[in-house]
């Protein structure tokens, strides 16, 4: 067993790397490349893709390292049959999930709209779960995956912080993971949200993780 050190706030952090696995949260060409989604509801998509060659070369050090590497996505089933209507009702009226959009149906499992951006692609072999929620706990086989793997602690990265990233990290939290976010390798379409959503984790002696960045954990996986 090694243990590694993770320079980190509130505080550094051990790991053990065969105990832990990087979550790649929703990195989906709908939230992230020109014409989806996440532009067509007038977001700036560049405050998005500035994460992508952090979660790059993340994904190498740990692919390097055998850390385990999962990948998730938010969407629906085509019949909407696990989209809440509450859910549903809300965002803008033009652009609802399962409506029709640059990239295929939005949200919706199997457009090209709903699939990873090609610089993140999964290697072969990498579980991808797919999600109704923000949160990649929720109606999905995550923590079975997790536990059976005999994973304790989860480097999250992603889009949005404030959103899937920061539901999830809640999620693993109350499930006894604990959780890293480079905050690098997570954006928000609004930039005092993704400050403020990295301060809520670390705040109060780290009160859902800790907050560290894809150079440290580099340099801490060696
Ligand atoms: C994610 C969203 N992935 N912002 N979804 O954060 O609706």
Same mark, same amino acid.
Request: net charge neutral.
């Given at each position: 067993?090694?243990?590694?050190?993770?320079?980190?706030? &509130?505080?550094?952090?051990?790991?053990? @790397?065969?105990?832990?696995?990087?979550?790649?949260?929703?990195?989906?060409?709908?939230?992230?490349?020109? /014409?989806?989604?996440?532009?067509?509801?007038?977001?700036?998509?560049?405050?998005?893709?500035?994460?992508?060659?952090?979660?790059?070369?993340?994904?190498?050090?740990?692919? $390097?390292?055998?850390?385990?590497?999962?990948?998730?996505?938010?969407?629906?089933?085509?019949?909407?049959?696990?989209? &809440?209507?509450?859910?549903?009702?809300?965002?803008?009226?033009?652009?609802?999930?399962?409506?029709? /959009? @640059?990239?295929?149906?939005?949200?919706?499992?199997?457009?090209?709209?709903?699939? =990873?951006?090609?610089? =993140?692609?999964?290697?072969?072999?990498?579980?991808?779960?797919?999600?109704?929620?923000?949160?990649?706990?929720?109606?999905?086989? =995550?923590?079975? =995956?997790?536990?059976?793997? /005999?994973?304790?602690?989860?480097?999250?990265?992603?889009?949005?912080?404030?959103?899937?990233?920061?539901?999830?990290?809640?999620?693993?939290?109350?499930?006894?993971? $604990?959780?890293?976010?480079?905050?690098?390798?997570?954006?928000?379409?609004?930039?005092?949200?993704?400050?403020?959503?990295?301060?809520?984790?670390?705040?109060?002696?780290?009160?859902?993780?800790?907050?560290?960045?894809?150079? $440290?954990?580099?340099?801490?996986?060696?």
């Amino acid at each position: 067993m090694t243990i590694v050190r993770i320079d980190a706030e &509130p505080r550094a952090i051990e790991i053990d @790397p065969a105990r832990s696995a990087v979550l790649m949260i929703d990195m989906q060409r709908d939230f992230l490349q020109p /014409g989806g989604f996440g532009e067509a509801l007038g977001n700036n998509i560049r405050l998005l893709t500035a994460a992508v060659d952090p979660c790059r070369a993340l994904l190498a050090g740990a692919r $390097r390292h055998g850390v385990l590497v999962i990948h998730t996505r938010e969407g629906h089933r085509p019949d909407m049959l696990d989209a &809440p209507p509450a859910k549903v009702e809300r965002g803008a009226p033009s652009a609802r999930i399962g409506d029709r /959009g @640059p990239m295929g149906r939005i949200l919706i499992r199997g457009e090209p709209g709903h699939d =990873l951006i090609p610089e =993140l692609y999964p290697h072969a072999g990498e579980p991808v779960i797919d999600k109704p929620g923000k949160g990649a706990f929720y109606a999905t086989d =995550l923590h079975t =995956l997790l536990h059976n793997r /005999g994973i304790e602690n989860l480097i999250v990265c992603g889009v949005t912080t404030e959103v899937c990233v920061h539901t999830t990290v809640r999620e693993a939290n109350d499930r006894g993971y $604990r959780c890293i976010v480079p905050g690098d390798c997570c954006a928000s379409y609004f930039p005092e949200f993704h400050e403020v959503g990295l301060r809520m984790i670390k705040a109060q002696g780290g009160i859902f993780g800790w907050v560290s960045d894809s150079r $440290r954990i580099l340099a801490a996986l060696g």
